[in-house]
């Protein structure tokens, strides 16, 4: 799942689940958006210890002064990319301390792929989410600071993104394959995983001296 959510006053009971893009804006210009992204971990598991995390954004556009990326862990799983809007998002007011990884160099527009190590300061706990209980990992993308303030805005592909979405400047389509990316590691040598939000499940695993791939599609628009 992933879908922005907007503050909008007159778009808050809105869902924004089928757009190409996922949004973090601040005062853009009278509003703000924020970016809620869902992974299955279901495929994991339980008790596997998780040793490497990472979320990849790929961002095609973007502006504004000077302000970082932040993310979030949101423990209410509860939501959908089709039924999310900001007034009834799980998290209205991220603490601080909810946040798991940042980028305070992501400014401007820098195009192409934006990595954010989940497991860097120790906040997210893989285990809770991982647990056969849970099985789903969710996250928030805002710009530094909220929604509030000067201007800035940093516009990434959603999983919806197809042939004329997600393009950067002067570049033609179709593209493909720039959907929300969520890499796990875990301590066996032999094995890993990325989950591919909605779009691909990649499993890659040593078999006598060889890799094999196992990978499953789920088109959306434009293409998956």
């Known amino acids: 799942d992933d879908a922005l959510v907007l503050s909008d006053p007159e778009r808050v009971d809105e869902n924004f689940g089928d757009l190409p893009f996922l949004l973090a804006w601040a005062n853009y210009p009278v509003y703000g958006a924020r970016s809620y992204i869902a992974f299955d971990l279901s495929s994991i598991p339980a008790g596997e210890d ?5 979320l990849n954004l790929f961002q095609f556009a973007g502006g504004g002064y000077s302000s970082g990326v932040d993310l979030y862990h949101v ?77 800035r805005a940093h516009n990434f592909c959603s999983k919806e993104g197809g042939s004329e979405d997600c393009l950067l400047l002067d570049e033609s389509g179709p593209v493909f394959g720039r959907a929300p990316q969520l890499v796990i590691g875990t301590p066996e040598p032999e094995f890993f995983g990325q989950l591919c939000a909605g779009a691909t499940v990649l499993a890659l695993a040593r078999r006598s001296g060889r890799w094999w791939e196992r990978r499953s599609t789920v088109t959306g628009r434009g293409g998956g």
Do not use: K
């Open 50 to 54: 998780v040793t490497f995390a990472r």
């Open 75 to 151: 423990t209410d799983d509860g939501w959908s990319e089709g039924t999310i809007t900001w007034t009834n998002q799980p998290v209205l007011q991220p603490s601080i301390q909810e946040i798991i990884a940042q980028d305070p160099l992501l400014t401007g527009r820098e195009p192409g792929w934006v990595s954010f190590d989940l497991l860097v300061n120790g906040v997210w706990d893989p285990s809770v989410d991982v647990a056969a209980s849970d099985g789903r990992l969710s996250l928030i993308v805002r710009t530094s600071a909220g929604e509030v303030g000067t201007q």
